[in-house]
């Protein structure tokens, strides 16, 4: 079983920071991608960045230029620092690793940026 547990969010002016982390436990092969999720009030769940095992990384449009994604493979961690934050951003992110075709989710945490 793997357990995946989100850090870091809260509320945040326009135009601010935030780096929210998830720790990964449990059994944690190699070979994973890890990405980050978020959902807004009424909308669908949208993948914001993903990492591969290689280190590749994308985006959502949306987020490139002011959002990055990294891995510690060491400590089966991934952050997401979000820069240039917009209100539009605002949504729970969840947490999502993949590996042998299973995937698992956090429990999300609250970014909420003010105008």
């Known amino acids: 079983q793997v357990q995946l547990v989100e850090s870091g969010g809260g509320l945040v002016q326009a135009g601010g920071s935030l780096r929210v982390s998830c720790a990964a436990s449990?059994?944690?092969?190699?070979?994973?991608?890890m990405a980050w999720y978020r959902q807004a009030p009424g909308k669908q769940r949208e993948l914001v960045a993903v990492v591969l095992s290689g280190g590749r990384t994308n985006y959502a449009d949306a987020v490139k230029g002011r959002f990055t994604i990294s891995r510690d493979n060491a400590k089966s961690t991934v952050f997401l620092q979000m820069n240039t934050l917009k209100p539009e951003d605002t949504a729970v992110y969840y947490c999502n690793l993949r590996q042998e075709s299973l995937n698992y989710w956090g429990q999300g945490t609250q970014v909420t940026v003010s105008p």
């Open positions: 449990g059994r944690i092969v190699r070979l994973n991608d």
